[in-house]
């Protein structure tokens, strides 16, 4: 286990400096300069000059790269441009919305697709398997956004509710700011309980047809015990890794759904600071996102390994 947990985390940081490295590249190459935008157009060259050895945009690559690194790793990461406060007091604030929001979507999304895709595996060929893998297909075809709001014309104008938008702050209760997250929430999470139920459909069916199944249920163990006891157990590891996957994808990629509800969270944060080329929270947030799937990512790998101990055979 020691050989596996050290393979693993040499992996991480290789994947944490590759993943810093390509966005600082990419951001460097975009068109733009974040001095004359703060500046404005008429600004003088050496206006511009001065703001940008201020800001240390006049250094060589590899040592903005150096410093940006150092800053990261020391817990200080710079001053927006655009807001003029630390980008570190900008993440506090968004990360509060951005985190519940994922773990809320995520728990929903798992706690209806685990027991669709098992019915649906049990029931193979019946019209309860159809029913539901009908219902999946169209979950997977909708849009979030376009889901989004339909749920906020039935359930925020038709029928009012839930608030259609906005957040009021955990200051204000934690049932007002729930109320304010159950809408995206579920916006976020049926289409990711379409995708998770019928993944779940199908490793349940696929380990269903195992040899060590067929002898439990041989030496006369019930269908539905044998269902329970060895086939959703051993199906649980591709169902592990989509759940990491999604939540990743629920904490990075709610851009969309955030700016749909008018939520300030870390999408909301990401889309306005690349329209206002805010350089410095860009490549932040970017880093930490990035850096947060790869954490999950490892954290879907101990939790494999822990559930399949073949795996950190094959690993070690």
Request: cysteine-free; glycine content about 8%.
């Amino acid at each position: 286990m020691t050989g596996f947990l050290v393979r693993r985390l040499v992996i991480l940081l290789a994947t944490l400096l590759a993943a810093s490295l390509v966005v600082f590249v990419v951001l460097q190459v975009l068109p733009g300069d974040p001095a004359a935008l703060m500046l404005g157009t008429g600004a003088r060259p050496d206006t511009l000059a001065a703001l940008r050895h201020q800001l240390g945009l006049d250094a060589p690559m590899w040592l903005q790269y150096l410093r940006w690194i150092g800053g990261l790793l020391h817990g200080q990461l710079g001053t927006s441009y655009t807001y003029s406060v630390p980008v570190t007091e900008l993440i506090s604030q968004r990360v509060l919305v951005s985190l519940p929001l994922a773990i809320i979507a995520i728990v929903l999304s798992t706690a209806i697709a685990l027991p669709v895709g098992v019915l649906a595996a049990a029931r193979r060929g019946r019209a309860a398997d159809a029913a539901a893998m009908g219902v999946a297909q169209i979950g997977v075809a909708i849009p979030n956004f376009w889901l989004g709001l339909l749920l906020i014309l039935l359930f925020a104008i038709r029928l009012p509710w839930l608030p259609a938008s906005g957040f009021p702050g955990w200051e204000a209760g934690v049932w007002p700011a729930l109320r304010a997250l159950i809408l995206p929430s579920l916006a976020l999470a049926l289409p990711q309980a379409a995708i998770l139920a019928r993944v779940t459909r199908a490793a349940v069916i696929e380990t269903l047809g195992e040899d060590f199944v067929r002898t439990a249920r041989a030496k006369g163990l019930p269908r539905h015990a044998a269902l329970w006891r060895h086939a959703v157990p051993n199906a649980l590891i591709p169902v592990v890794t989509l759940i990491g996957l999604q939540f990743s994808f629920l904490l990075a990629g709610t851009v969309i759904i955030e700016n749909v509800f008018t939520l300030p969270g870390l999408g909301r944060l990401v889309f306005q600071a690349i329209a206002q080329r805010d350089l410095i929270v860009v490549q932040d947030l970017v880093v930490l996102l990035a850096g947060s799937v790869i954490l999950v990512n490892f954290a879907v790998d101990l939790a494999a390994a822990w559930i399949d101990p073949r795996q950190r055979r094959a690993g070690a």
